[in-house]
Every structure is written in structure tokens, then in C-alpha cells.
């Protein structure tokens, strides 16, 4: 059958688009790129916030409207673990149902649901992950790539429904991660972005690593051990992480940034708020002063370094002093570039329980006001440190926005928008003079 899917969500939906194509393709289906001509329809879900699920359920309900006999459409993804049978009283018309736990089992839902069985739904077992052997998942030449190291999360900050619908956090052995890395860079690929939910928290809950490994560096905490391990595999050369967390941002960890060239100068260090109160409240396990010396440290190592962020404004109880301190912060740490969400409350979790008291008109105040600050803060950044300089850029292949353009990134993971060259390919690596910015994007010129 012809398949398409349809990702909403982070890199870990991304990445499991990536895996449940590839066992699709396994089983003799065909991915096709157009949605008109799919005999199944595949919907990758998120729960994140209430807007998330809303757009996913919209999406659902415009398909099963068009009533095409014979076109099968599935979910997956966080909210059909969320909501597991219930998916099908929402949106009436959905043939399968399939959890982030069982991956495993899409090929069997489509085959259910083609010879006309179902509906089918499976939800069960969270813990045993999403299915990540890679090598054929890649086998449309691409230069970048995102490996699973943990899946899951233990934190249960008082927001969040992650911990609901990806389970308890689980490690990757690191040599099955390394074996992953190397079949990847045999096929081409060049740049690795290592993907957990608070990826620091890499096996500090068990035997990752074999008694036999030596870090030639003498790292003795899992993490930048693997960071470490992976930047020596043979043809790469960048290596990412996300999402870090301050209380992983270690000396070790400094001191892999400062002398392991293929590690980027760049880290997503969510910061969620800059109010203490709030902060406990949210159950985030650092103070704003844990946060800025998590920064000054990596900073210390590597003083180029790029951080951008998550923030969250008007959790329950946030005053406008709260709201202020946030805005100090971000000042004080020079964010390259954040997120910002409204508070949105997830049932199940702790702050669900709390009265959502910061009225929408306010939230959305709060939100315009940050992103101000913060395109003001990106944009004196780089009249600083970009604007003038030649700066090494991965290209990616046409700019969404101006398909006669190329875009790229930049080690320290700024977007950079160019002319490319006669011959470029997408994966190749150029030298481009930055000749202007807007906050989110750099211009510039390939130069030899
Ligand atoms: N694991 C990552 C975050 C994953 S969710 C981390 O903690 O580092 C991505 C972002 O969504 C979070 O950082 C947070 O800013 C936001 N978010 C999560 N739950 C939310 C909620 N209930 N309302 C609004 N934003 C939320
Ligand atoms: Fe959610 Fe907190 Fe885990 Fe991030 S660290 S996924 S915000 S519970
Ligand atoms: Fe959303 Fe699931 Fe990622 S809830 S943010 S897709 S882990």
C-alpha cells in the first residue's frame, strides 16, 4: 500500500516517523510524499499542550470527513497513547490506533486494517520503546541524523505529560547507540543529533557502558563518555544533543565541549522560568543561580557558546514580579534564540490539580512581551559575534521559504540562508560570510 505521515510534535516523533516508515517499507509498502495519493494515512501525535492534541484532532477529522473508500488512517504518537480507544469516539472513521510503545506493531494494524479487521489499538507496553534500528531507515542518503540514546522521562516536572505517554526513563546501551552511529556514518551521514528527553540523565540509572571501555580522555560519567565515543566515529563530524538539563551540565561535560572538535558549540538548556517560586512549583529540580552557573561553566569552556531555550509563562500563581524576573534572566543569560509557550494544563499531571489562574489575555501578553526581548537580545548578538564573520555551515537544501535559496546551520545552530553554489548538495559543508540578520536567520555569501 502507498503510505504518507504526517508528523506533528519533537525530534523523538520526527525520529519515530523515520523508524515506522522504514518497517513500513520493510513490509512492502511504498512511502509516497503526497498525501492525495496514500492508501494510508498516518497521523504522528503530540500531547504536549492542549493546542498540540487540538491540532492533531482537527487533521484527524478533516480526513475522515473526506470519507475516500478504502483510504485507512492511523495514529500514533504520544496522543494515541493518551488516548488509546478513546481516539476512536473522537474522531469516528480512524482505522488504528498505536501507542509510543508499540511501534513495533504498525505493520500488523495496517495489514488489520486493510483485510478489513479492527479497529485496531494498541497502547500497552510503554516500556519497551520505540522500535530504533536505523541503518535502512536511512537509506534516503541524508546527511543528518537523530539517535535515540534514552527514551522516556523520570523527572515529572508538575506540567508535563511526557512522563504519561513515553514511560519511565530507559537508556540505550552505549555500544548499541555507537553501532547505530557507525552504520549511519557508512552511509553517509555527517552530523548526529543524540535525542533524550533530559539526555544528561544518560545511564546515570545503570550499566551502560561495558567494564571495557576506556575514554581516552579519562570521562568517567556516561554521558560525555558517549559524546566523547561518538564525535571518534569515523565520518562524523558534528555531533548535537537534546534537551539538556543544568544539573547535567558538569565539569566533565565542560570539558568534553572544550576539546572535542565535532561537538557543537550549541545546547538547548530549557529554562522554563526565572522565578525560584515558580520553578519549585514546577518541580524542576534547579534554582535560576543552579541555571546560571550550569551556563557559566559551559561558557567558561567554550566562550562561543550558543544557548537557546523553553519558557513557559503564565504558569498558575505566576505574578508580574515572577514574569520579571523570567525577563532578567533571559536578559542576563543573552539567549540565542527560545521557545515560549503559553501554560497550558495536561490532565494527570500535578499542575492540572491548580487552578489555571493566569487569565489568556495575559498569557498572551507575558508571550509577546518575551519574544520582543528575546529578537531584540538575538539580534545584538549577532551584530556581536555573527555579522562580518565566516562562519562553517552544513547545508540542508532549499530554503522552505525562497526556493531559489539554500538554507543551513551553523555549528551553533543558527539558520543561515545563502545562494548555493553550481554543484551543491545538501551535506555539504561551506564557508559563508554573514552579511546581515533578522533574530532567527543569518544571510550571507559562500565564499572558496
Ligand atoms: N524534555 C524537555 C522538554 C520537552 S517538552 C525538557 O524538559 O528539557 C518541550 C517544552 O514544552 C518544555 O520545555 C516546556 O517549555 C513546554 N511545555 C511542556 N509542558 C507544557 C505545558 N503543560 N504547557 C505549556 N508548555 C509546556
Ligand atoms: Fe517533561 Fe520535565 Fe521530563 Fe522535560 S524533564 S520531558 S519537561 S517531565
Ligand atoms: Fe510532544 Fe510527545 Fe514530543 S508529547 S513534545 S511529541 S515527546
Partial sequence: MKFFIRTYGCQMNERDSEAAAALLRQHGHEQVLNEADADVIIVNTCSVRSKAEAKALGKLG???SERRPGRLIGVMGCMAQRLGADVFEKVPGINFVIGTGSLGLLPRAVETAAGGGGPFVDVGDLLNGSVCTSAHVYDNQQAKAFVNVLFGCDRRCSYCVVPFVRGRERSR????ILAEVLDLAQH???EITLLGQSVLSYGRKGNVWSPDHVSPRGLTEPFPKLLEAVAAVPGIRRVRFTSAHPSGCTPELARVFATVEQICEHVHLPLQSGSDRILKMMRRGYTVDDYR???????QAVPTMAFTTDIIVGFPTETEEDFEATRA?????GFDNAFVFKYSPRPGTL??????DVPPSEKLKRNKILLEDLDRIAMKRHQQKRIGSIQEVMADGFSPRNRKMWSGRTRDFMTVVFEPPAGARPGDFLNILIRRATPQTLYGEVRP
Avoid at 552557573?293 to 561558557?299: F, G, T
Avoid at 499542575?351 to 489555571?356: G, H, I, Q, R, Y
Fill in 329 to 333: 534572566i533571559v536578559e542576563e543569560i
Fill in 351 to 356: 499542575a492540572a490539580e491548580w487552578k489555571d
Fill in 173 to 176: 546501551p552505549a555500544e548499541e
Fill in 188 to 190: 553517509g551521514v555527517r
Fill in 293 to 299: 552557573r550550569a551556563v557559566e561553566r559551559l561558557r
Fill in 62 to 64: 478533516i480526513l475522515a
